[in-house]
């Protein structure tokens, strides 16, 4: 119950494309889902979160789209960019604490 | 301003011997976590420290302990180390524990366990 399950394991897409990251939960005691970026040899850095009293969050090219009733969330990056190649990790954390439950990661490439 | 802290960045160990990672959390944090990034895994919750005590732990056993400092820096302890406990060691701050906002990671400490 504690499990983020996260997909694909690896995403590979063109300059300019739509990169889509999928997650989903059981804890209905989750209120946070915040989404890392990890760049190698670098510490996890936080892109978007979002709680679950809205639907989505878009800061730029990256929007979250957050589906309660189907515990799911999803990561969406706009017009990818190569720069934008890294692994990219949902989690999720319950009230009153920010003891994080990380999904397994997705690498994303991006080819111009 | 400087983010988290941490050292030593890479550390070679033997198996059964005990091993001590240091961070300094962002200034103007009191709460530090520490996570464990096992090679192509998501990090893993070891513990919290808040006011100089442990206040949460993750599924982990007692070879790992922590101390958290009165200038809120922290130390992550192991003992007794075996190969799985090779991995990314990552030190996480933040603002109360209570708020669910936004962790910062440092670029953690990669130990090898030969």
């Not at chain 2, 922290?74 to 906002?101: I, K, M, Q, W």
Request: charged share 20%.
């Amino acid at each position: 119950q504690q499990q983020v399950k996260q997909s694909p394991q690896s995403l590979i897409v063109q300059k300019g494309g739509i990169s889509i990251i999928n997650c989903a939960y059981e804890n209905t005691a989750f209120d946070y889902f915040p989404w890392y970026q990890q760049f190698p040899g670098k510490g996890p850095a936080l892109l978007i979160a979002i709680r679950p009293d809205v639907s989505e969050k878009k800061e730029g090219r990256f929007t979250i789209s957050f589906n309660k009733s189907a515990k799911q969330f999803s990561l969406h990056i706009m017009d990818s960019q190569p720069g934008d190649s890294a692994t990219y990790f949902c989690a999720a954390s319950a009230h009153n604490t920010d003891k994080l439950i990380f999904g397994t990661g997705t690498r994303l490439q991006v080819f111009p | 301003d400087a983010g988290v802290t941490q050292s030593p960045t890479h550390l070679i160990k033997t198996r059964g011997q005990q091993v001590t990672l240091r961070c300094s959390p962002k200034s103007g944090h009191d709460t530090v976590s520490w996570y464990q990034q096992a090679l192509g895994q998501g990090p893993q919750f070891i513990f919290q420290y808040y006011e100089e005590e442990e206040r949460q732990r993750g599924n982990f056993p007692d070879r790992f302990s922590g101390h958290q400092f009165p200038n809120y820096s922290s130390e992550l302890n192991v003992n007794a180390l075996l190969l799985g406990d090779s991995a990314l060691y990552l030190c996480a701050s933040s603002f109360d524990p209570r708020n669910t906002g936004e962790l910062f990671f440092g670029e953690g400490s990669r130990l090898t366990v030969l």
